[in-house]
């Protein structure tokens, strides 16, 4: 799944290496805060000056050159010659060195020594008196020289360094917030845009996906893809993503930092770094198991809502609320529990990192402390060893909380990319064939089809219609008569047999080519949120003005446009919910008409309107049909009367073809259904 999302990444590799960059920066200007305080510590109980480069990338804290310290005797007493004995031994034990020099005059000792690198001058010099005065009494330290630093490595000599740290922290900071503001700028920018081709590419797979798909799939699920998921996702990219680059970075930089202060110490950190990750790695494989299951719940939410809100005349009229609130509410406790997992998981998580690091700060204390106390670490080390670990465990507990939420976006990404995999079941050629302007001709060649997992819904359809033919189709609910009409366009391929148009297999033509010549106006017109006449252009987009109103007066809605608010320009709600049920079919066939299809499907067009708005319609439905090859799903028998040819199907098969009148001299089922339904319907006009 890396691999696949580095995909979306690569586009945008540059942008990648500029904050990746630019987060390494941020890493180094964080890591030399802790630096800059760890030279305080020398500048307080030193009293250094200048700046060193070296002290500050992790050097010895003591210039290397010799200095001397002036020894007194405060009981009144001189140094003896037998002295020089006792002081070079008390200087080798203490630092592994004897004195360089040593001179007396009266109660004064002047001792020139150089250490080692590694030892601390006053911890080395405390170790000196005890060895010659245990009781600290008698003997005592006037002062020590130091020699002037050496140039080579040290900026603002003569100043003292306590007065360039907090300006060297200022400056710090301040680039330290720049490259801030770079890596959150590209990383936003970078996650957006592969959000928004992301968000794209999905919307544009479930365009070209089948038909069949979104019957067997909940609309809510799908939403729920494209909104939670990607959402999910987003995070991920946008915010995630910034942490997930930089922390490592800083904690990567913080190790190497840390060998260069003291290796010993490090190799102990490396140790107690897997005990950290073990739990990370445990407690993170659970919460992306979660993490699809908190997604599948929200979908499942997502789903519930929709329904419900689409659907609301129905609750209402039923009367359904509350079981409709109990429903939901049930379900959003089920997304609740599913949540509360993944936070308790979280929450056990972050305790767990806390305590380990705490537990080995404990540990890096004692045994720096001890190094320090026995000179083989300087202070200013320790400390910059301490701050650094603290600086390092902070992205390491934001790197365990950030893999939680990087989970349930991997879980997430998961969903798409499975909505990402789903094939259509109607596929085009590799090279198909561009149709031409149709004549209309249809042929059925012993089709035979099943939906998944079901029966046989046509079997051994043969038809042949043609051009310019209006077939009405016929039936009991369950013939098959609307599965018939949706092979037409390709909304699914026969099981056995084929469709052809002018003698073309529809498996051989481009599907644009195709349904590009077909207009469909269903029993439900569905119309987009938008002006009226944006919704007769619909299927010809780039339509002049006067097209679309001659369209509208051939579909007898020019009036009852004209008299809206705004004409053509009025904004219609969703689904067209503001118009009528007549106006919603006028718009229609007018969207239908302004195409000019060769071909032209209607099913159930008419069959739930009023006898008024019938009129108007069937008599747009008939300028629609002069000159095209119809199919027309139909029990007025207005509609079924004109047609040229009247198809019975009973049981996915057809049983009667022939004119109005030769089916009901036949005296089959066209007889009967004409008796059951179109009779009453003659007596009720």
């Known amino acids: 799944m890396v691999r696949r999302l580095l995909k979306y990444v690569v586009p945008y590799k540059f942008r990648v ?12 200007f964080t890591l030399a805060e802790p630096a800059t305080v760890g030279l305080l510590t020398n500048a307080i109980f030193y009293r250094t000056e200048g700046l060193s480069v070296d002290d500050l990338l992790g050097g010895t804290s003591f210039n290397p050159t010799a200095a001397e310290a002036i020894l007194t005797i405060d009981n009144g007493n001189n140094w003896r010659e037998e002295d020089r004995s006792r002081l070079e031994t008390a200087f080798l034990t203490s630092s592994g060195e004897k004195p360089l020099a040593i001179g007396f005059s009266g109660g004064r000792a002047t001792v020139r020594y150089r250490l080692p690198q590694g030892l601390e001058e006053t911890v080395v010099l405390r170790s000196v008196l005890k060895q010659l005065d245990p009781t600290g009494k008698k003997i005592k330290i006037a002062g020590v020289v130091q020699p002037e630093h050496q140039g080579h490595n040290v900026f603002f000599p003569g100043v003292p360094t306590i007065f360039i740290i907090p300006i060297l922290l200022i400056i710090i900071q ?4 720049l490259f801030t503001y770079g890596q959150t700028y590209l990383a936003s920018s970078t996650g957006q845009k592969i959000i928004m081709n992301l968000r794209n590419e999905i919307y544009e797979h479930l365009q070209r996906l089948s038909v069949s798909f979104f019957e067997q799939k909940r609309t809510g699920h799908l939403m729920s893809r494209v909104t939670n998921d990607v959402g999910m996702v987003q995070n991920l990219f946008t915010n995630i993503m910034i942490d997930l680059v930089v922390d490592p970075l800083l904690i990567a930089f913080g190790l190497i930092y840390c060998f260069i202060l003291n290796w010993r110490l490090s190799l102990l950190l490396l140790i107690i770094l897997p005990m950290i990750a073990f739990p990370i790695s445990r407690i993170s494989r659970l919460m992306r198991e979660v993490g699809k299951e908190i997604q599948q719940k929200a979908a499942e939410t997502s789903a519930i809502l929709q329904e419900t809100l689409s659907a609301i005349r129905i609750v209402k009229a039923f009367a359904m609320e509350e079981h ?11 997304n609740y529990s599913a949540s509360m997992t993944g936070a308790r998981l979280q929450g056990v998580l972050s305790p767990i990192i806390e305590l380990l690091a705490v537990i080995g700060l404990g540990v890096f204390v004692w045994i720096g402390g001890r190094d320090v106390l026995y000179g083989s670490m300087s202070p200013k080390d320790l400390m910059t060893f301490i701050l ?13 909380r950030l893999i939680g939420q990087a989970q349930h976006a991997l879980a997430s990404l998961e969903r798409i990319f499975k909505l990402l995999d789903e094939i259509p079941e109607v596929q085009e050629k590799l090279n198909p064939l561009v149709l031409p302007r149709l004549n209309g ?3 059925f060649e012993n089709v035979s089809f099943r939906y998944k997992g079901g029966t046989e819904t046509l079997k051994g359809i043969n038809l042949k219609v043609r051009a310019g033919e209006i077939i009405a189709i016929v039936g009991p609910s369950g013939a098959g008569k609307t599965t018939l009409v949706n092979l037409l366009p390709r909304f699914y391929d026969p099981n056995e047999g084929r469709v052809l148009v002018d003698g073309v297999d529809l498996r051989d033509v481009q599907l644009k080519s195709l349904r590009r010549q077909m207009g469909i106006v269903p029993q439900e017109s569905v119309l987009f949120r938008g002006t009226v006449a944006e919704n007769i252009a619909y299927g010809k987009p780039g339509a002049k003005m006067d097209e679309i109103i001659e369209a509208a007066k051939a579909a007898n809605a020019h ?3 004209t008299g809206l608010v705004h004409g053509y320009d009025t904004v219609i709600g969703e689904r067209g919910v503001t118009l009528s049920g007549g106006q919603r079919q006028r718009v229609a066939i007018a969207r239908a008409i302004l195409r ?5 499907i209607l099913d159930e067009a008419t069959s739930a309107l009023d006898t008024a708005s019938e009129a108007l319609v069937q008599e747009a439905l008939d300028r629609l049909m002069k000159g095209r090859t119809t199919f027309v799903i139909a029990h007025r028998l207005s509609t079924v009367q004109r047609a040229d040819r009247i198809i019975v199907l009973e049981d996915g098969r057809i049983t009667e073809d022939g004119t109005h009148d030769e089916l009901m ?6 007889q009967r259904l004409y008796r059951q339904q179109f009779l009453r319907e003659e007596e009720g006009r």
Not at 17 to 28: D, E, M, N, P, R
Not at 665 to 670: D, E, F, M, Q
């Open 324 to 334: 409709e609130i109990g429903k939901f509410r049930q379900q959003t406790k089920a």
């Open 17 to 28: 290496i500029s904050l990746l960059i630019t987060a390494g920066l941020v890493s180094l």
């Open 388 to 400: 650094v670990i603290a600086y390092v465990s902070n992205p390491v507990r934001r790197v365990s």
């Open 174 to 177: 301040a680039f330290r917030g």
């Open 441 to 443: 001709e249809i042929t």
């Open 596 to 600: 000019d299809p060769r071909i032209l």
């Open 665 to 670: 001299k036949l005296g089959g089922l066209y």
């Open 559 to 561: 009036d009852f446009i």
